[in-house]
């Protein structure tokens, strides 16, 4: 499975992304789906997943009422909608597929490259 992160950029604080991710070769309607980031000089952590069908979702207490992560199966397509974007959330942002859904980046099978959101202040 491949997967391909686009939809990063530079937004002010308070502003608003969508982040997309399109999956290839595999079947996507199978897979558990997180987000993670990464800011610079600190360690990747978890942001957001949701299950094989779109029915659960969990997300990371900072981000909570701000993102919402969702799915389209027939786009091979999962999103993370960015609202009221904080400096804190600049980092480069990876999303990843996996049998399982965990908050651990390593427990997920497939992994893409990341895509960019920068938010000034």
């Known amino acids: 499975v491949q997967l391909q992160a686009s939809g990063g950029g530079l937004v002010q604080a308070g502003g608003s992304l969508r982040l997309s991710c399109t999956a290839s070769?595999?079947?996507?309607?199978?897979?558990?789906m997180g987000w993670f980031r990464q800011a610079p000089g600190k360690e990747r952590e978890f942001v957001a997943r949701i299950s094989w069908s779109g029915g659960r979702t969990y997300y990371r207490g900072s981000v909570k009422g701000r993102f919402t992560i969702s799915r389209d199966n027939v786009k091979n397509t999962v999103y993370l909608q960015m609202n009221n974007l904080e400096p804190e959330d600049t980092a480069v942002y990876y999303c990843?597929?996996?049998?399982?859904?965990?908050?651990?980046?390593?427990?997920?099978?497939?992994r893409g490259q990341g895509t960019l959101v920068t938010v000034s202040s």
């Open positions: 070769g595999g079947t996507f309607s199978s897979y558990h």
């Open positions: 990843a597929a996996g049998a399982t859904g965990t908050t651990d980046w390593i427990s997920y099978a497939y």
